[in-house]
């Protein structure tokens, strides 16, 4: 049963419908349920965007210091009594 609403529609969505509307020859109301019924049985997709990037930076890590050994890294930072 179809069902009457009202919606405002952005000026670029009215824009890309009404370019299909033209490209197709289909009305509106079949342009937008058309539209629709494809955004809405898609699979969720995110805004695209660019991906995601680590830059590492070098630390400076200063000397003496073993990466090897996290828990005597910690008593030389902490010292002997760290819990």
Do not use: C, H
């Not at 670029?12 to 033209?22: G, I, S």
């Not at 509106?28 to 695209?48: A, C, D, M, Y």
Request: no cysteine.
């Amino acid at each position: 049963m179809p069902t009457r609403k009202t919606v405002t529609l952005d000026d670029d969505v009215r824009t890309k419908l009404e370019a299909e509307m033209k490209k197709s020859g289909k009305s509106f109301k079949e342009t937008i349920n058309e539209t629709l019924r494809v955004g809405l049985l898609s699979p969720q997709k995110g805004i695209s965007s660019k991906p995601f990037k680590v830059r590492p930076k070098a630390m400076g890590l200063k000397p003496g210091y073993n990466l090897d050994k996290p828990w005597d890294l910690i008593e030389q930072v902490e010292g002997p009594d760290y819990k």
